[in-house]
């Protein structure tokens, strides 16, 4: 019954390699989310979308695509991997209903995807 | 341009004193405020939100103090368990953005 999933956890590959990280939530939320989370612990807002629409895109490489097949699904891909793409990817979701009603704007995590490239 | 400013600490605190930090945000516009605390090697999870008239929830009261752009975490009678990094977190106007995060206080409590 985990509210946010994602898969894989664990990530090593190689540079220049393509890859995917799924992620799923079963909280019927409208809005998912992607962050990023560096080496020094700092966790920055890469993409959101709202009822499969992108919301937000924030100065992120175009190596880097979400893709939103229904509400529930927001899956990463990344092209061309190079060596600072290593990080912990983290998914999240919200309900989103409105400014100031900051009950609905929860953001609930996954577990994260560790991410070493080589 | 840093939106969220926190002191990373860490802070090491002795199990059942009261601990506090605080953070200041950039950005005017943040209409809701909250407190994330994230355990070693897992995801962030809400701790608390914060309010202008501020809130307790056991042991943690959070204030904010829009004027000076200031948010505060206080924790009374701290437990080993409270060992953690705390982030302060705004969230911007317009329902779906994406949180602002501070890099996060670091905590140790110890025995």
């Known amino acids: 019954d985990t509210a946010v999933s994602q898969t894989p956890k664990y990530l090593v590959t190689q540079m220049g390699n393509d890859k995917s990280i799924k992620c799923e939530q079963n909280l019927g939320h409208d809005t998912m989310y992607w962050y990023k989370q560096d080496s020094k612990k700092f966790l920055k807002i890469m993409f959101s979308?709202?009822?499969?629409?992108l919301i937000i895109n924030e100065t992120v490489p175009n190596r880097f695509s979400p893709k939103s097949p229904d509400k529930a699904h927001l899956n990463l891909h990344i092209n061309s991997l190079e060596l600072g793409d290593s990080a912990v990817y983290f998914c999240a979701s919200s309900q989103v209903w409105g400014v100031g009603r900051s009950s609905y704007n929860e953001q609930f995590f996954g577990p994260g995807t560790r991410l070493t490239v080589l | 341009r840093k939106e969220v400013e926190q002191d990373p600490g860490p802070f090491n605190v002795p199990e059942g004193a009261t601990v506090a930090f605080n953070c200041t945000y950039s950005?005017?516009?943040?209409?809701?405020f909250f407190w994330y605390r994230q355990d070693c090697r897992k995801e962030p999870k809400l701790l608390m939100s914060v309010y202008s008239s501020g809130n307790e929830d056991g042991r943690f009261t959070a204030q904010l103090n829009r004027a000076s752009q200031y948010i505060s975490l206080l924790i009374r009678d701290s437990k080993l368990s409270d060992s953690a990094t705390y982030l302060c977190v705004t969230l911007g106007g317009g329902g779906a953005d994406g949180l602002t995060f501070g890099k996060g206080t670091h905590l140790i409590i110890q025995p």
């Open positions: 979308y709202n009822n499969k629409e």
């Open positions: 950005n005017s516009a943040s209409q809701s």
